[in-house]
């Protein structure tokens, strides 16, 4: 009999310490880098194909988001 992975542990880099920002639209633009760098990361070791795909897609639309804000400042 095959051995049957139950689950994975990924471990997540840790927040970089708080940098003094000037308003809360920094604060969500670095919320959104990280996102998308956790994304990044665990993406490959996503077991099953569909939610691999939603999780490509979310990176896809948060990175959409994240450059339309910067061409905006």
Partial sequence: MGQVLMGQVLQFRLKPPA?????DALDLMSAIDFA???LADITP?????PSREQA???RQM????FDAAL???
């Fill in 19 to 23: 940098a003094e920002h000037d308003g």
């Fill in 36 to 38: 998308l760098r956790d």
């Fill in 45 to 49: 070791h996503i077991l099953h194909e």
């Fill in 56 to 58: 490509r897609q979310c």
């Fill in 62 to 65: 948060l990175q959409d988001a």
């Fill in 71 to 73: 061409r905006a400042c």
